[in-house]
């Protein structure tokens, strides 16, 4: 599913406009985005998790030349789904 597919099925499950239904998706991502950026966790129940993990430094290997490099640390994010939903996908 694309973003206008997701906004469309916003829209028919809502019974809102699409245009309500994008401004009501895009308004949620943009809220999640802030929170992550601040390295803060958002929860939603029944869902998941998304939050900010930060990942070491570690030795990797260049898989062209085979020579030992090094990967810099860094933030990522993860998702975790909560228990409900990843009992039902199966």
């Not at 943009?30 to 390295?39: C, D, F, N, P, S």
């Not at 090094?70 to 909560?82: C, G, L």
């Amino acid at each position: 599913m694309n973003k206008s597919e997701l906004i469309n099925a916003i829209a028919i499950e809502a019974s809102i406009s699409k245009v309500q239904a994008k401004a009501a998706l895009e308004a949620a991502v943009k809220v999640i985005e802030t929170a992550l950026l601040k390295a803060d966790k958002v929860a939603i129940t029944g869902f998941g998790t998304f939050c900010v993990q930060q990942k070491a430094q570690r030795q990797g290997v260049n898989p062209t030349s085979g020579a030992p490099i090094t990967i810099p640390a860094k933030s990522v994010v993860k998702f975790k789904a909560a228990t409900s939903l990843a009992s039902k996908v199966k």
